[in-house]
């Protein structure tokens, strides 16, 4: 089976995510996608006031009628930092083959996260551009060029119309007391108005 992996914070989730991984789905043919909110995030700050259990519904409200999609709360059940190779090890078995999508930060920093040799022996990763920002190009054409060198493996891009949409947009609209509308999935919507959520920068 081609399996997808697709990690992240999600607080909250947006349609700039939902469109990464239908693209991601599509590209890659994959036969299952796994969407995985990070329990504790050791590349990041948590921002918002969000539990992991808001943050795990609005994922399960944003993909409920995405078909081959799995909200998995894997990271938050596991005690400590959510390390990417903690995850791809527990998904890994040697008749499937796991695809690791990123957006273009990750892609940057792949090198400095925990094992990355074992990273890129366990999976093959795949990066999607949310930003039209032509001044990283080279630095991106130069880093898939240094880990091919290094792990043997080339990181595939995922072709999509860049949405510059990120959470922390959201979370400053919902902030400022203005409607998501069209930010978020309207199921989202609704859960992050009930929940009171961001109302907080």
């Given at each position: 089976?081609?399996?997808?992996?697709?990690?992240?914070?999600?607080?909250?989730?947006?349609?700039?995510?939902?469109?990464?991984?239908?693209?991601?789905?599509?590209?890659?043919?994959?036969?299952?996608?796994?969407?995985?909110p990070t329990g504790i995030s050791p590349h990041k700050q948590m921002k918002?006031?969000?539990?992991?259990?808001?943050?795990?519904?609005?994922?399960?409200?944003?993909?409920?009628?995405?078909?081959?999609?799995?909200?998995?709360?894997?990271?938050?059940?596991?005690?400590?930092?959510?390390?990417?190779?903690?995850?791809?090890?527990?998904?890994?078995?040697?008749?499937?083959?796991?695809?690791?999508?990123?957006?273009?930060?990750?892609?940057?920093?792949?090198?400095?996260?925990?094992?990355?040799?074992?990273?890129?022996?366990?999976?093959?990763?795949?990066?999607?551009?949310?930003?039209?920002?032509?001044?990283?190009?080279?630095?991106?054409?130069?880093k898939i060029t240094e880990y091919h060198k290094t792990y043997g493996k080339?990181?595939?891009?995922?072709?999509?119309?860049?949405?510059e949409l990120s959470s922390s947009t959201v979370r400053a609209v919902v902030?400022?007391?203005?409607?998501?509308?069209?930010?978020?999935?309207?199921?989202?919507?609704?859960?992050?108005?009930?929940?009171?959520?961001?109302?907080?920068?």
């Open positions: 089976m081609r399996i997808g992996i697709y990690g992240g914070t999600f607080s909250p989730v947006h349609l700039g995510h939902v469109a990464a991984a239908k693209a991601f789905m599509e590209q890659m043919w994959l036969d299952i996608l796994y969407v995985i918002g006031d969000a539990t992991p259990a808001d943050r795990l519904e609005m994922c399960r409200l944003a993909f409920e009628n995405v078909e081959g999609v799995i909200v998995s709360d894997m990271e938050i059940r596991r005690e400590g930092k959510s390390y990417t190779v903690d995850t791809l090890r527990e998904l890994y078995h040697p008749e499937n083959r796991l695809f690791l999508l990123m957006g273009t930060d990750m892609l940057l920093t792949l090198g400095s996260w925990r094992e990355p040799e074992k990273i890129f022996e366990l999976c093959y990763p795949v990066y999607i551009r949310r930003e039209a920002d032509a001044s990283l190009d080279d630095a991106i054409v130069g080339v990181v595939r891009r995922i072709t999509a119309p860049p949405i902030a400022q007391g203005k409607s998501v509308a069209g930010l978020v999935p309207p199921a989202v919507e609704c859960y992050i108005k009930e929940k009171g959520l961001y109302i907080q920068a």
